[in-house]
């Protein structure tokens, strides 16, 4: 369901939690990171690639019918291998089976940075983050506001948070995510602004979607002489106190 039919019919999205995944393979969430970020997919649209490819079925081993794994397990799995400092170690297992299976061999160019795949991912799964946030609290609003909401949204809202973020592709580049999460950020700061403002029903503000999307948003962004920016990795909380989930 669409958050702009939601505004037009004064009712609200209530998102479930994500099931909690059964132990999986490493080396089979490894490639599927890999393929995932060969095909610059969201943590959602691999999971469901997992799901619904015989090709990815095939690469990973899996039955036919096997119903694959919650979106979270390569969040999960990432930070795992990022925090455990395991990322080069995970590579060299990969580098050493290529060698012995006489798929590569010396002389040749292989690129063999594993935390570049792992860290895009990452950036990713941030972007994954702070679009739904932006987009529960603007069905929260639709919900408990309607009018006023009508009244205070920009126009570009209505289509970029119309629908989940993993009904979209999501950048490749580099440059392009951080100007997307630069572009998100910059609308959650202006639901924030609204919502904050002297002429906003002060209700509004203890809305949880609206405390969730500003408790993000304090972690996910900094603002520099009045210029919002998104935060680096190292800028970032500790992962034992971030908020991972809207």
């Known amino acids: 369901m669409r958050w702009a039919s939601y505004l037009r019919t004064r009712t609200s999205l209530q998102p479930s939690p994500p099931a909690v995944a059964p132990a999986l393979s490493p080396a089979r969430l490894a490639l599927a990171s890999i393929l995932q970020f060969g095909e610059g997919l969201s943590d959602r649209q691999a999971a469901e690639v997992v799901r619904a490819r015989i090709d990815w079925k095939y690469a990973l081993g899996l039955e036919l019918t096997d119903a694959g794994f919650d979106y979270s397990v390569l969040s999960e799995f990432r930070d795992r291998l990022i925090t455990g400092s395991l990322e080069q170690s995970l590579l060299d297992t990969i ?47 639709a919900a408990a506001a309607p009018d006023w909401l009508l009244a205070q949204a920009e126009r570009g809202w209505f289509e970029r948070y119309e629908a989940r973020v993993e009904d979209y592709r999501l950048p490749r580049n580099k440059a392009e995510r951080i100007q997307l999460g630069h572009e998100i950020g910059a609308d959650g700061d202006g639901v924030l602004r609204a919502v904050y403002s002297q002429a906003a029903p002060g209700w509004l503000r203890d809305l949880p979607a609206v405390q969730t999307l500003r408790h993000v948003w304090i972690q996910q962004y900094v603002t520099i002489d009045d210029q919002l920016r998104w935060r680096t990795p190292d800028e970032q909380p500790p992962g034992t106190i971030r908020q991972i989930s809207p």
């Open 95 to 141: 580098l050493e089976r290529a060698v012995t299976a006489g798929l590569l061999r010396a002389g040749g160019r292989q690129r063999t940075d594993s935390t570049h795949v792992l860290m895009a991912m990452r950036t990713m799964n941030r972007l994954e983050q702070v679009h739904e946030t932006v987009r529960a609290s603007l069905n929260a609003l």
